[in-house]
């Protein structure tokens, strides 16, 4: 059995009980590299083999998968944040699919979340924001075209990009063509939970220049919108008038 677990935005205590429980109970590991805190391998057992999956192939990865089921044992792709997102996990799980290998997916925490927490921030607020756009800018890996993000910033919604924190001019000048202003407000948050933390609060007229100043090019996400300085509106789910499911409005 192939358990696929989301390791978290970096604190180890921000995995999942189930996680960490699999952890403990793992045969073999394959951990993703410098993203996943490797104070969460301590969790193994005295007798569990460890593989960094940075220094290996797709086909290097299944092939230890593959191996340790062929000997009747357990092993833990263990991803950073949630798999769901950039963890390129579908195509591992559609490989064991097509031999027979039976996985379950056990959810984490992603760095949005994290990021998010460390600002002390509310991605979607009544009167500013309802959506919530997660991407990336285009670099060596490309996005499908009707994904650029010029056309991303056209809602003007809030915003975060992975595996942009080396792009920054880009990122900016992408944000400006959609409905984004250099006034509007914008963060970095660098290694999001883990004990290296960094937040550099800046806007997105100053986003590269900010990034630069503070030496941020990797293990980052960038935040973009008007959630990060709002004059929002009250919740109508807690306001006194509003009827709910479970109470009634009061009278005014």
């Not at 059995?1 to 921000?14: I, R």
């Not at 104070?39 to 191996?67: F, H, K, W």
Request: aromatic share 6%; proline share 5%; hydrophobic share 40%.
């Amino acid at each position: 059995m192939v358990h696929f677990v989301g390791a978290g935005p970096g604190a180890p205590d921000l995995i999942t009980l189930r996680g960490a429980r699999l952890l403990r109970e793992a045969d073999v590991i394959i951990y993703a590299g410098s993203l996943v805190n490797p104070e969460l391998l301590q969790l193994a057992g005295p007798d569990c083999r460890i593989y960094n999956s940075a220094e290996m192939t797709l086909e290097q990865v299944l092939g230890v998968m593959a191996a340790a089921e062929q000997a009747g044992q357990t092993t833990v792709r263990l991803h950073t944040g949630d798999p769901c997102l950039y963890g390129a996990v579908r195509e591992q799980m559609d490989a064991l699919d097509a031999v027979g290998i039976a996985y379950d997916d056990t959810p984490g925490v992603s760095s949005f979340c994290g990021a998010a927490a460390a600002l002390n921030a509310e991605y979607t607020l009544p009167g500013v924001s309802q959506t919530l756009i997660i991407s990336r800018q285009a670099g060596r890996t490309p996005v499908p075209e009707k994904e650029n993000l010029a056309a991303l910033a056209s809602h003007g919604a809030s915003m975060v990009l992975f595996l942009s924190a080396g792009m920054l001019e880009k990122v900016q000048e992408g944000l400006l063509q959609g409905a984004f202003v250099s006034s509007t407000p914008a963060a970095i948050v660098y290694k999001a939970t883990w004990p290296e933390e960094k937040i550099v609060r800046c806007t997105v007229g100053t986003l590269a220049e900010s990034g630069r100043k503070a030496g941020i090019r990797s293990t980052a996400l960038i935040l973009a919108g008007d959630f990060l300085q709002p004059e929002y509106e009250r919740s109508r789910l807690y306001d006194p008038a509003f009827t709910t499911g479970f109470r009634k409005g009061e009278s005014k």
